[in-house]
C-alpha cells in the first residue's frame, strides 16, 4: 500500500487560524501578515523609476486664466460675383487602329486544341487551350494591350485553326480620369 509507507505525509494536523502567543508559528504567522499587507498597499514612488538617475522633471506653471478677447466682425464687404474659370476640355480620344488590332492579335498564344465526342449522344466538342485558358466556339475572348481592351469571337476551331471575329476595342481611361475614376 502507498499510503502505508507514508503514514504522516497524509495524516491531519493539529493546528489552529490562531496559534497560541510566544509560539514559534505565532510569529511566522505575524510576519506572513505583515509582508501581505505591504504587498497589497500600494507603493507610491517619489520619482519614475524609468526615469534618469538626476532627472528632475520640470515644474509645474501654475494655471493663468486667460480672457478671450472677442474679434470685432468687420462690416461685410460686398461680394464680386466672377464667373468660374472654363473647365479644361479633356484630350480627345485617339482612335484604335489596324495596327493596334494586329500587335494584340500577336500576343494571342495558342497552346492546345482538343476535340470530344460523346459516346451516347454523338456531340463532338471542340476546345483550344488560348493564354491559358479554354475557349469553345462562340466564347468571347477578352486581351488588353496598350491601355486598350479588345474582344473577339472564337468562330471555329476546325483543322487546328483559331479563326476569330473582331467585335470590340476601347480605350480604357487612365486612373483618375473622370468623376470617378472611370471615362466620361
Not at 11 to 38: H, Q
Not at 43 to 65: H, L, M, N, Q, T
Not at 66 to 87: I, L, N
Amino acid at each position: 500500500m502507498r499510503n502505508a509507507q507514508h503514514a504522516t505525509r497524509n495524516a491531519p494536523r493539529a493546528t489552529s487560524l490562531f496559534p497560541e502567543p510566544f509560539d514559534a508559528g505565532w510569529a511566522r504567522t505575524a510576519f506572513s501578515l505583515l509582508l501581505f499587507c505591504l504587498a497589497a498597499l500600494p507603493a507610491s514612488a517619489a520619482r519614475d523609476p524609468f526615469w534618469p538617475i538626476g532627472y528632475e522633471p520640470p515644474k509645474p506653471e501654475p494655471a493663468v486664466k486667460e480672457t478671450r478677447e472677442v474679434p470685432k466682425k468687420a462690416p461685410p464687404q460686398p461680394v464680386s460675383a466672377k464667373p468660374a474659370p472654363p473647365r479644361p476640355k479633356p484630350p480627345a480620344v485617339k482612335p484604335v487602329t489596324d495596327g493596334d488590332w494586329a500587335d494584340a492579335r500577336a500576343l494571342i498564344t495558342v497552346t492546345g486544341f482538343t476535340r470530344a465526342t460523346r459516346p451516347d449522344t454523338g456531340e463532338t466538342r471542340a476546345l483550344a487551350l488560348i493564354n491559358r485558358h479554354s475557349y469553345a466556339p462562340g466564347d468571347t475572348l477578352c486581351l488588353t494591350n496598350a491601355g486598350i481592351a479588345f474582344l473577339w469571337r472564337i468562330d471555329s476551331l476546325d483543322n487546328r485553326e483559331l479563326k476569330l471575329a473582331p467585335l470590340q476595342a476601347s480605350r480604357i481611361a487612365p486612373p483618375g480620369a473622370g468623376p470617378s475614376g472611370s471615362a466620361p
